[in-house]
């Protein structure tokens, strides 16, 4: 395992511009979640995949905010009409179907600073 | 919901000294985790604890887990620099999806 692979590391955007950031999870993990992280606060949850079916949407996720997990891979989350409320860090985190010795693994994040 | 307060904010000790971080969640749930984050960077998976009175220790760091008191607890020992970090605890939410609720996170700095 190569581990969570996230892309791209940082970018930084006009305030109204569409973002679009990508996550390559650990081979042969089912399960997939992303977080957001602004500053000086924890990790918060925005929405989960169970293969390629979005189960579970934070009310964070407003109608600005899509995420796809397309034949239950890579997963996308892409941002409209970007605010500057929405710079922070995006991170992504995959567990494999074995839920005993369940874990999130994380990847590196995308840092978004929108201006 | 599921709620996850950790305590202190922030915490500033001298290298050699001890000092235990609390963490306490609102709900019952089976898994508890702690992170350490270094300035801009991701996560980085310290313990995974799963069962009550579970202990786990790496290094300076031991970490516990009371599950009737809904506590954990990270315990540094002989602090040195390189402890510096921001340290999050993270209950799993066993209602649905499995997703994490992380407490505020606790700012270690370790000084000379």
């Known amino acids: 395992d190569t581990g969570v692979s996230q892309d791209p590391r940082h970018k930084i955007t006009k305030r109204g511009q569409n973002v679009t950031f990508r996550c390559d999870p650990i081979s042969e993990h089912n399960r997939l979640y992303w977080y957001r992280q602004t500053l000086g606060q924890g990790p918060e949850f925005l929405t989960y995949f169970q293969n390629e079916a979005q189960l579970e949407k934070s009310r964070l996720l407003s109608d600005r905010f899509s995420a796809e997990r397309p034949k239950g891979s890579f997963s996308t989350l892409e941002i409209q009409r970007t605010e500057q409320g929405d710079s922070a860090m995006y991170l992504c985190a995959s567990s494999p179907r074995d839920r005993i010795t369940y874990e999130q693994y994380f990847g590196p994040g995308t840092r978004l600073t929108v201006t | 919901e599921l709620k996850v307060e950790q305590n202190p904010l922030f915490l500033s000790m001298q290298e050699g000294k001890n000092y235990t971080i609390y963490c306490n969640y609102s709900?019952?749930?089976?898994?508890l985790y702690w992170y350490r984050q270094d300035p801009g960077k991701s996560l980085e998976s310290l313990f995974v604890?799963?069962?009550?009175?579970a202990v786990k220790q790496e290094g300076r760091l031991m970490a516990s887990l009371d599950t009737k008191a809904r506590l954990s607890t990270l315990h540094i020992t002989a602090a040195v620099h390189d402890l510096s970090a921001t340290y999050f605890c993270?209950?799993?939410?066993?209602?649905?999806?499995?997703?994490?609720?992380f407490g505020t996170g606790t700012r270690l700095q370790v000084f000379p």
């Open positions: 993270a209950v799993v939410d066993i209602s649905g999806t499995d997703k994490l609720i």
């Open positions: 604890l799963l069962s009550n009175g």
């Open positions: 709900t019952t749930s089976d898994r």
